[in-house]
């Protein structure tokens, strides 16, 4: 499928309630309003495909960049790439699905603590939610820096911004998924921390209350 019509299709799949909808979430124009069941078999149709990939985001529209994310090759995502479209990311929907790319290539370790340091809200975000997706692979950080960032936590999270801070919070839960010694640890941090106040807009999203989630997850894994 070549841009114009991956293009094509997903301005026939938008809808105006999805634009209403994603609009609620902070997404803006231009974007066509695509649902992510359409997505998801717009993404088994094409497999994976980085040059369209690289296309799609340059086109600067919101589901198209979605998209991007879905079918882009995580092992050929470069450096530079990963740095100018961290640069581009313009709202939290698209940030998320940025971090989980990113985490997949070559460059997430590197990449990390400078994303997670930036002064925008969104390339701050994904930096933050590219930690939680590492924190608990095996061999990827080491615990000297998993304590390091638990620092940070504790002394910045509740003055970052909004978005950041929801992010921080998941980072939060995932070192206290790491181990039970980084739960006890993170569950410490969490008490000193406080509650993470989020403004979600007028969406129903809600910031777990991190303890909650810890405790929560250890028990059902236990379980199984």
């Not at 069941?37 to 088994?44: F, I, N, P």
């Not at 939290?92 to 997430?108: E, G, I, N, Q, R």
């Not at 998941?170 to 969490?190: D, N, P």
């Amino acid at each position: 499928m070549t841009p114009t019509q991956a293009l094509k299709a997903l301005r026939t799949a938008g809808t105006a309630q999805n634009r209403k909808i994603y609009g609620r979430h902070g997404v803006k124009d231009p974007m066509y309003g695509v649902s992510y069941a359409e997505l998801g078999r717009l993404k088994k149709k094409l497999g994976t495909d980085h040059g369209l990939a690289r296309q799609l985001w340059a086109s600067g529209n919101h589901d198209a960049r979605i998209l991007a994310t879905m079918v882009a090759d995580p092992t050929k995502l470069t450096s530079a790439e990963i740095d100018r479209w961290a640069r581009e990311l313009s709202n939290y929907v698209v940030a998320d699905a940025f971090s989980k790319l990113v985490a997949d290539s070559p460059h997430a370790s590197r990449k990390m603590d400078r994303l997670m340091r930036s002064r925008n809200e969104w390339t701050g975000r994904a930096g933050w939610l590219l930690c939680a997706h590492l924190v608990r692979r095996e061999g990827v950080i080491d615990d000297a820096s998993v304590e390091r960032y638990l620092v940070e936590l504790e002394t910045s999270t509740q003055s970052n911004k909004n978005r950041v801070k929801d992010a921080m919070n998941s980072a939060l839960i995932a070192i206290g998924l790491r181990s039970a010694r980084f739960e006890k640890k993170a569950i410490a941090a969490a008490k000193r921390i406080g509650h993470v106040d989020v403004d979600h807009g007028e969406t129903s999203c809600k910031t777990p209350d991190a303890i909650a989630y810890i405790k929560k997850t250890k028990a059902r894994s236990k379980k199984r």
